[in-house]
Each structure stands twice: as structure tokens, then as C-alpha cells.
């Protein structure tokens, strides 16, 4: 087993990965909620036929009581609607604050269920098992929990980190390979702002077969560099807003197809691409970086871009968490492997991406 740990004054937590890692979750989370007596777990309609068959039976040899709350798969559960459903089943069950919320899914499952958990009673404990490669190396860990609103995604929320987090890698044999690709999206996106010698290790296994042989490898590596950040800046204020490499121009994307043309890693693809194209052309980023990182996508499957109008990128802009007054913080790459957070005015950040569109 890999074990790291997210060392935050009062609030540490285990990342746990192993195969066959669910079997054991009953008694990995009676270890660190000795006095819970009720689990509500959450989960979608693509995982639960998959998994809760052998999540429950190790909850409940472990003596808890369970109920099983399951949501329709997609990003539209993210909702206000679904977040009042869950607030009033986990009533229902008489969920005390030593309960626990547990979260067996990909992104959305977890933020959805994680928000519930720091919101219902003013905060329960709650643990996170993610299912989804996209989920284990970057939704799962940091405690950033949210819904979308009409406006955009992950727009109310909070910062609630979980007690724990166990990643079964079996959990990815079962993925679609764009499921699975996607999630790609994000590993690269590491070794593009923090690691170049991993960047080079993931460019080398362009194919899902060599990508799963070194899985544990991944994982580590990608939970063990965000777990740094976290514990550097675990409110996003200075160092972790790194990780949104790609996601301000990715953002777009999927507010623009509605989140549903464009799956989360194929925009932050699209995105990170572009942002080093953009990086280019403000004399930030190295020429053969920008096409480094184009042909690290590409080789996977996924875009490397994404049509979008000039409205489009100006309403997503001004909604981005990363703004702050007239302004937007953009993160570029200085080489590859060393991402640096970039200021501009909004309006100048749209004229850069219509002179690139333009050009392109």
C-alpha cells in the first residue's frame, strides 16, 4: 500500500492507495471514526451497480449503518435542487454530527457529497472513495467541495477536507477509455506545472495498457505533488491557484457546450494548450514548450482545441474565481515543468485570445 498524508494543523488526513482497497473500507474508516455509528453514502447511477455490492457489506462488517442515497450520473446533479434532496434523506436517516457522509464516485459525486457533508448540521466528517482516475489524482484530495450554479460550475461552496481518502486503482479497469483518457487531462497537467522528469515518464506511455502498469506510480506522484500545495495554500490564494493551469480557459469550454459537449478533460486539454500558446505570445513561454505540451495531448486523444466565440470567452472570464476586480490571474508555464501565475486586465486577456483564434 502507498500511504501519504495531508499534514493540516488539526485536520490531517491519510490518502490510501492499493488494489482492492474498497474491500477494506469498512475497517480503514472505523480506524479514524471509532465513535460513528451512521455512514450515508453517496453515489451515481454508472458507479452503484459496480461497487456499492462490495462497499456495503465491509461497511456494515465494521458496524455501521448505511444508507445509500444514489444520483443520477452527470454534472447536472451538481444542483442546488439535488444538494436540498440530500440535506433532507440524511435527516430522514438521523444523521448526528458524529456520522459521516461517504462519497464512492468520480468528480461530481465527490463535490456534490462533500459540499452536503460541511454543510448539513454545520459539518459532519465525510470520506472520500473516488472511482474515477480524474477524481483520485485531483477532485478527491484538497478539500475543495462545490455545486454549479446557472451562472457556472463549482460557483457555492467550500473548503471541507475529508478524514480520508481510499484510492482502489481495480476501481479504473472498469472505465470507458474516454472516461478513462480524460481523467489523462489532469495527470498531465502535474508534469506540466511541477515536474518535467514525470511530464517525460507519462509522454512515454502514450497508451492506456502502459499508463495502468505504472498506476500506483501515478497516482502517488500526482496526490504526493498536490498534497504539497494543499499544505502550503489550502484556501487558494497563492500557490494552489497553480493547479488551475489550463482550467480559466477550460472553464470556458465547458460553460460554453452547456457541460455537456465537452467533458472536464477535454477542456482543461483544450486549455492548458492554449494557455501555452497564450504564453508564447507574451513572451513567457518557450516555443518548443507550447508544442511539447500539444503533442503530450494529442498523443493521448484529446483536443488540443476548442472553438470558442468572443462572447463566450468574455462571459466565462468574468465569472472566473481567479478574477479580482478588472483583472484575472492566468497560470502559465516559464519551462516545462515550472508553472508561474501571470496578471492581466480582462480586456486584454480577450484581445490576446482573438488575436490567437484569429491567427490560428
Not at 74 to 80: I, R
Amino acid at each position: 500500500m502507498k500511504t501519504l498524508t495531508v499534514n493540516l494543523p488539526g485536520r490531517a488526513y491519510d490518502i490510501l492507495i492499493e488494489r482492492g482497497l474498497l474491500n477494506q473500507a469498512g475497517e480503514r474508516i472505523r480506524a479514524v471514526l471509532p465513535k460513528a455509528q451512521k455512514l450515508f453514502v453517496i453515489t451515481d447511477s454508472n458507479v452503484a451497480p459496480l461497487y456499492l455490492r462490495t462497499l456495503i457489506p465491509s461497511l456494515e462488517g465494521a458496524g455501521f449503518e448505511t444508507s445509500v442515497e444514489e444520483i443520477p450520473a452527470g454534472e447536472s446533479s451538481k444542483s442546488a435542487a439535488m444538494l436540498d434532496r440530500l440535506w433532507e434523506d440524511m435527516m430522514d436517516f438521523g444523521l448526528t454530527r458524529t456520522d459521516a457522509v461517504v462519497a464512492l464516485g468520480g468528480g461530481v459525486v465527490g463535490d456534490l457529497a462533500g459540499f452536503a457533508a460541511a454543510t448539513i448540521l454545520r459539518g459532519v466528517d465525510f470520506v472520500q472513495i473516488p472511482t474515477t482516475l480524474l477524481a483520485q489524482v485531483d477532485s478527491s484530495v484538497g478539500g475543495k467541495v462545490a455545486i454549479d450554479l446557472q451562472h457556472g460550475k463549482n460557483l457555492a461552496g467550500a473548503f471541507w477536507q475529508p478524514r480520508l481518502v481510499l484510492m482502489d486503482p481495480d476501481t479504473l479497469d472498469t472505465l470507458d477509455l474516454p472516461i478513462f483518457i480524460e481523467g489523462m487531462a489532469e495527470v498531465v497537467k502535474y508534469g506540466c506545472i511541477f515536474d518535467k522528469a514525470f511530464f517525460d515518464f507519462l509522454t512515454a506511455r502514450p497508451d492506456r495498457a502502459k499508463l495502468m502498469a505504472e498506476i500506483e506510480h501515478i497516482l502517488y506522484t500526482c496526490c504526493n505533488l498536490k498534497r504539497m500545495v494543499v499544505e502550503e495554500d489550502e484556501r487558494d490564494t497563492g500557490r494552489r491557484m497553480l493547479l488551475n493551469f489550463g482550467h480559466t480557459l477550460g472553464h470556458t469550454y465547458e460553460r460554453a457546450g452547456n457541460y455537456e459537449t465537452w467533458s472536464h478533460g477535454d477542456a482543461v486539454a483544450a486549455g492548458m494548450c492554449l494557455a501555452a500558446r497564450l504564453g508564447v505570445k507574451l513572451g513567457v513561454t518557450p516555443p518548443q514548450v507550447s508544442a511539447q505540451v500539444q503533442e503530450a495531448v494529442y498523443s493521448l486523444g484529446l483536443p488540443d482545441g476548442i472553438y470558442c466565440t468572443q462572447e463566450e470567452y468574455a462571459a466565462a472570464i468574468g465569472l472566473d474565481k481567479k478574477g479580482a476586480g478588472s483583472d484575472i490571474t492566468l497560470i502559465l508555464l516559464e519551462e516545462l515543468g515550472k508553472a508561474v501565475p501571470y496578471k492581466m486586465p480582462k480586456h486584454k486577456l480577450l484581445e490576446e485570445l482573438k488575436w490567437l483564434e484569429e491567427g490560428k
